[in-house]
């Protein structure tokens, strides 16, 4: 059976933690805005990654590190080995050009970065395709999860911070009336700035995200620095109502007469 | 005579009438209605207070099984209906994680209403979509002790095992003194 969704109901945090817990083996693939994103798990390891479709070669990767120049990355594919990122890994042991362990540090790097930056994706089809594993000539390793879903799950936190902090974004913004001593020698990035140029009571904040092309975090975020500075609030719209609140019922009490009572239900519900 | 019930609840559209109907020795008394927003448009119509479906024991007993609202503008009858039942089943679309939140959701609302026993239905199991039970459960983040049963709601058979669960589970919470 199929294990799909969309990330905006279903987090990478939570994936990677039914990965990890389910030690499932198979390829997870994630469809965001702009593009597509792999990894694929041995025992609910993380083993190998893959961005977009070249992502995931060892040439690639040892360019996205630094450890190959762009002239070298060119030559190197035009070797037989190339095809074979196991075969061009001995030979650039074998030439002493790397380390084994400059390379597995330089796949541990690559794909760590990757599961980083899909924390950040709040939208996106996912797919994971059981028993599917990446070609035999890839060079895997084996990541344990824990550690990525702490981190994960560190920035899932101050994102839902955040998003208590600032719950709706289709609110617009004013700057306040009698900003306080705390705005003297306060000091803006260029994207605060830019936030700050289109507040206004005719642009919510997430017309202002597109605007800027800002993530809902990163402008969760530095709308959240400049009401801390006391630069800015929100327009809240008047009449909002309070949230319901849980009144607690006492369940019917249960006496051990009621075992008999149960009993009859299960005989009645077991002859229909 | 004496009246029992339950109460099936879960997201919109996650099956609760299928499964009360599949079990009703009566046509169930559904309020439903054709529903009006666009985005709830997955089907026709929707229940805005409640199902009501009957299993009749014997002269003494009736087990009645309340289905609630799937829409959350009518959460606000959740409340009357958890009022004195035996225990609950919430059904999970298995086969719409974008609904799993709200699934949880509903689920900590009715332990709060009540703390009664409950179980927890993988509905749709049947379509190739379904996200398998263990799965869901760790979804859902359940306790190990909750128990979360593969089902079709409508299939009788498999209707009858989730209820038959859910009387197992009351059962042990009255001979456990109300500990369990």
Redesign the interface.
């Given at each position: 059976m199929a294990l799909q969704g969309n990330l905006r109901d279903f987090s990478v945090t939570k994936l990677l933690n039914l990965i990890h817990i389910a030690k499932k083996s198979g390829t997870l693939t994630i469809q965001g805005p702009n593009e597509l994103a792999s990894l694929a798990f041995l025992d609910g390891k993380l083993i190998y990654g893959q961005r977009g479709d070249e992502g995931g070669r060892l040439i690639s990767i040892l360019r996205y590190n630094h450890l190959l120049t762009e002239e070298q990355a060119t030559s190197l594919q035009n070797r037989p080995e190339a095809a074979n990122d196991k075969e061009l890994g001995l030979l650039l042991i074998h030439a002493n050009y790397l380390t084994q362990q400059a390379i597995l540090q330089s796949l541990h790097k690559y794909l760590n970065d990757l599961v980083f930056r899909l924390f950040t994706w709040s939208e996106g089809i996912f797919q994971f395709y059981l028993g599917i594993l990446p070609p035999d000539d890839r060079i895997t390793v084996r990541i344990d999860l824990e550690n990525l879903i702490m981190e994960g799950a560190r920035r899932m936190r101050e994102f839902e911070q955040l998003q208590e902090e600032i719950p709706n974004l289709d609110y617009a913004l004013k700057f306040t009336d009698r900003p306080d001593a705390r705005l003297r020698n306060i000091n803006l990035s260029v994207e605060e700035w830019r936030v700050v140029s289109y507040i206004s009571p005719k642009n919510t904040m997430r017309q202002i995200a597109r605007a800027n092309r800002l993530s809902e975090i990163d402008l969760r975020r530095i709308v959240y620095g400049l009401m801390q500075a006391g630069v800015v609030e929100i327009l809240l719209p008047e009449g909002l109502p309070p949230p319901p609140s849980l009144a607690k019922i006492q369940p019917i009490p249960k006496t051990p007469e009621q075992a008999g009572l149960i009993k009859r239900l299960a005989d009645r519900i077991r002859s229909l | 005579m004496?009246t029992?019930k339950m109460v099936v609840t879960g997201p919109f559209n996650s099956g609760k009438t299928a499964f009360i109907r599949s079990?009703s020795?009566i046509e169930v008394v559904s309020t439903e209605r054709k529903i009006s927003l666009e985005v709830e448009k997955v089907k026709e119509t929707t229940t805005v207070a409640m199902d009501f479906g009957r299993?009749?024991?014997?002269d003494d007993?009736v087990?009645y099984l309340f289905g609630t609202p799937g829409q959350k503008r009518f959460?606000?009858m959740w409340?009357i209906l958890?009022?004195?039942?035996?225990g609950f089943v919430v059904i999970v679309d298995s086969s719409?994680?974008?609904?799993?939140?709200e699934a949880r959701f509903i689920l900590d609302?009715f332990r709060?209403?009540?703390?009664?026993p409950y179980v927890v239905a993988a509905n749709k199991q049947d379509i190739?979509?379904?996200?398998?039970v263990?799965?869901l459960r760790?979804?859902l983040k359940l306790d190990p002790s909750v128990k979360c049963i593969p089902c079709v709601a409508s299939d009788?058979e498999k209707v009858?095992t989730i209820?038959?669960e859910l009387?197992?589970s009351?059962?042990q919470?009255?001979?456990s003194g109300?500990k369990s």
């Amino acid at each position: 059976m199929a294990l799909q969704g969309n990330l905006r109901d279903f987090s990478v945090t939570k994936l990677l933690n039914l990965i990890h817990i389910a030690k499932k083996s198979g390829t997870l693939t994630i469809q965001g805005p702009n593009e597509l994103a792999s990894l694929a798990f041995l025992d609910g390891k993380l083993i190998y990654g893959q961005r977009g479709d070249e992502g995931g070669r060892l040439i690639s990767i040892l360019r996205y590190n630094h450890l190959l120049t762009e002239e070298q990355a060119t030559s190197l594919q035009n070797r037989p080995e190339a095809a074979n990122d196991k075969e061009l890994g001995l030979l650039l042991i074998h030439a002493n050009y790397l380390t084994q362990q400059a390379i597995l540090q330089s796949l541990h790097k690559y794909l760590n970065d990757l599961v980083f930056r899909l924390f950040t994706w709040s939208e996106g089809i996912f797919q994971f395709y059981l028993g599917i594993l990446p070609p035999d000539d890839r060079i895997t390793v084996r990541i344990d999860l824990e550690n990525l879903i702490m981190e994960g799950a560190r920035r899932m936190r101050e994102f839902e911070q955040l998003q208590e902090e600032i719950p709706n974004l289709d609110y617009a913004l004013k700057f306040t009336d009698r900003p306080d001593a705390r705005l003297r020698n306060i000091n803006l990035s260029v994207e605060e700035w830019r936030v700050v140029s289109y507040i206004s009571p005719k642009n919510t904040m997430r017309q202002i995200a597109r605007a800027n092309r800002l993530s809902e975090i990163d402008l969760r975020r530095i709308v959240y620095g400049l009401m801390q500075a006391g630069v800015v609030e929100i327009l809240l719209p008047e009449g909002l109502p309070p949230p319901p609140s849980l009144a607690k019922i006492q369940p019917i009490p249960k006496t051990p007469e009621q075992a008999g009572l149960i009993k009859r239900l299960a005989d009645r519900i077991r002859s229909l | 005579m004496q009246t029992v019930k339950m109460v099936v609840t879960g997201p919109f559209n996650s099956g609760k009438t299928a499964f009360i109907r599949s079990i009703s020795e009566i046509e169930v008394v559904s309020t439903e209605r054709k529903i009006s927003l666009e985005v709830e448009k997955v089907k026709e119509t929707t229940t805005v207070a409640m199902d009501f479906g009957r299993i009749t024991v014997d002269d003494d007993l009736v087990l009645y099984l309340f289905g609630t609202p799937g829409q959350k503008r009518f959460d606000f009858m959740w409340e009357i209906l958890s009022e004195g039942m035996l225990g609950f089943v919430v059904i999970v679309d298995s086969s719409r994680p974008e609904t799993f939140r709200e699934a949880r959701f509903i689920l900590d609302t009715f332990r709060a209403y009540a703390p009664t026993p409950y179980v927890v239905a993988a509905n749709k199991q049947d379509i190739p979509e379904a996200w398998p039970v263990d799965d869901l459960r760790i979804a859902l983040k359940l306790d190990p002790s909750v128990k979360c049963i593969p089902c079709v709601a409508s299939d009788k058979e498999k209707v009858k095992t989730i209820l038959l669960e859910l009387l197992g589970s009351i059962l042990q919470e009255i001979e456990s003194g109300g500990k369990s």
